[in-house]
Nanobody
Framework: QVQLVESGGGLVQPGGSLRLSCVAS????????MGWYRQAPGKQRDFIAN???????TYVDSVKGRFTISRDNAKNTVYLQMNSLKPEDTAVYYC???????????????WGRGTQVTVSS
């Protein structure tokens, strides 16, 4: 069974920082691309950042220069360092991974349950 578990969310003042973590687990599973998405109330889930197993990264323009995605392949963990947070960053943040498993044709996408980030004074 593949699981992704996020942590690190919370309440922070504008201009503050938070670091989100997502630990992925699963037997005989390869966690390829890993990424972060967010969903604000009443809005669709939006892409934030992605990191490939080799370390190449992609960001949405609105977080470039403020957020940094990284991963530790040995720990199957992906991080999102968020600096200079703004009220509009308030959302539920979700971790995702493109997964390969032996005996399964193609790849699958798995999601965590999310962690709430609230930016407010």
């Amino acid at each position: 069974q593949v699981q992704l578990v996020e942590s690190g969310g919370g309440l922070v003042q504008p201009g503050g920082s938070l670091r989100l973590s997502c630990v992925a687990s699963g037997r005989f599973v390869s966690f390829n691309s890993m990424g972060w998405y967010r969903q604000a109330p009443g809005k669709q889930r939006d892409f934030i950042a992605n990191i490939e197993r080799g370390g190449s990264t992609t960001y949405v323009d609105s977080v470039k220069g403020r957020f940094t995605i990284s991963r530790d392949n040995a720990k199957n963990t992906v991080y999102l360092q968020m600096n200079s947070l703004k009220p509009e960053d308030t959302a539920v943040y979700y971790c995702s991974s493109i997964v390969s498993r032996p005996g399964v044709l193609g790849t699958e996408i798995y999601w965590g349950r999310g962690t709430q980030v609230t930016v407010s004074s």
